[in-house]
């Protein structure tokens, strides 16, 4: 009876002892779990946090930018308010920074603007900073407002802005166009910049009649075909200072190419600025012609590849003085007596919302007395009144200059 009874009371013992260990494993395992699972959320956290030493670089570059004299849009609009509140702040895909954002402006003080979008994100990550510059640039265009649909209009209103060839030396229309599905050069690959450019010279080479012509890889160009491009103007040059500083230059010459038609008055550059600066251009002032082979071209090539588009901001660029419309119609034009007086000048030109640069485009001087002007709002109008703008603005200039 006792034999039974100690045996019945081992069997419980062993029993106890068993659920016991089987116990303490669980909480074991469970404890190993839970570590790793915070482990895991730190380094989350980790990669969401921006870099001590990108801060560094944001907190010095803001106290010069703060001391200097610039001018730029980017001094104007970040105050310390919204610095503090966008400096650890990234963009969910690509992880883009503040730094990457307006380090072209703090590097370079002279800056009209200061900042791009390293992605398409960051247009909604740094809108605090993005959505005033860009009211300001495009000439009242709010945070509240909308971008119109696509609408090149009638592309026979045009007609010729000198017919006697007295002022305008030539005429010149562009859009930037971004790819879908890509970000912009700075978050690029050199993967992704090739494959890319294969895209873009397939697609061209497939456009027929006065647009048919040939892609010129910047890779392994040969020193005549080089020679041929820079004597037409055509060869673009790795980025300046201002794209240099905002990373957009990186594995250069790979991916980049240069596509014309036979006439030599259509151009595409394919990851200069943007993915696609798509070009229509001639001697002389017929504008209208210009601006139909343009629309020709941007509707056959949007066929082929899509672009990036948004809503609110219409066509994504790199730089946000491109968005919306992203055209660009230009002249070079001699006008002597009024460029006399810049001032002058400057105050006709504003009025129509024209820019006037240097004979050679942006921080260039005017040689010979021959000034780059073109329209400056490319957002809240559609690409037909971007164009109308300078095509107006130009009759004016040239009706001043013969009253002089």
């Not at 959320?41 to 703060?66: I, P, R």
């Not at 398409?120 to 909308?146: Q, R």
């Not at 588009?309 to 055209?327: E, M, Q, S």
């Amino acid at each position: 009876m006792f034999g039974l009874w100690y045996l019945s009371l081992a069997v419980k013992e062993i029993w106890h002892s068993s659920r016991a260990i089987l116990f303490q494993k669980q909480f074991v395992k469970s404890h190993i779990q839970l570590n790793l699972l915070q482990c895991k959320f730190t380094q989350s956290n980790k990669s969401e946090m921006v870099d001590a030493a990108v801060l560094e670089k944001l907190e010095s570059g803001f106290a010069k930018l703060q001391a200097s004299d610039s001018k730029s849009l980017l001094k104007k609009y970040l105050t310390k308010e919204v610095f503090d509140n966008l400096k650890n702040k990234k963009t969910p895909t690509f992880g883009s920074t503040l730094l990457d954002v307006i380090q072209s402006g703090l590097e370079n003080h002279d800056s009209g603007v200061g900042i791009y979008a390293p992605d398409a994100e960051a247009y909604t990550t740094f809108a605090e900073l993005f959505d005033p510059i860009i009211e300001d640039y495009h000439g009242g265009f709010k945070k509240t407002d909308k971008h119109p649909a696509k609408d090149f209009g009638d592309v026979n209103a045009f007609g010729d802005l000198d017919p006697t060839g007295e002022f305008v030396v030539s005429t010149r229309v562009r859009c930037g166009r971004s790819m879908e599905g890509y970000p912009f050069n700075p978050c690029l690959t050199e993967a992704q910049y090739k494959e890319m450019e294969q895209k873009v010279s397939t697609t061209l080479s497939g456009l027929e009649g006065e647009l048919k012509g040939k892609f010129y890889p910047l890779t392994g160009m040969d020193k005549a075909t080089q020679q041929q491009l820079i004597d037409d103007h055509f060869l673009f040059k790795e980025g300046d200072r201002f794209l240099q500083a905002a990373n957009a230059c990186r594995y250069w010459p790979s991916g980049r190419g240069i596509y014309h038609n036979d006439a030599k008055t259509f151009l595409v550059w394919c990851n200069e600025e943007d993915h696609l600066r798509i070009i229509s251009m001639q001697m002389g002032g017929n504008l209208g012609e210009v601006f139909r082979r343009l629309t020709t071209a941007v509707n056959d090539i949007e066929k082929r590849i899509p672009f990036s588009h948004n809503d609110r901001l219409g066509f994504l660029t790199f730089c946000p003085t491109n968005l919306g419309t992203t055209i660009r119609a230009s002249v070079h034009i001699k006008v002597p007596k009024l460029a006399a007086n810049k001032a002058r000048l400057e105050e006709v030109a504003s009025k129509y919302n024209l820019q006037v640069r240097g004979t050679r485009g942006e921080h260039t001087e005017a040689e010979g007395g021959i000034y780059d002007i073109s329209n400056k709002r490319r957002m809240g109008l559609t690409e037909f009144q971007a164009v109308k703008e300078m095509y107006d603005g130009i009759t004016e200039i040239i009706k001043i200059e013969k009253s002089l």
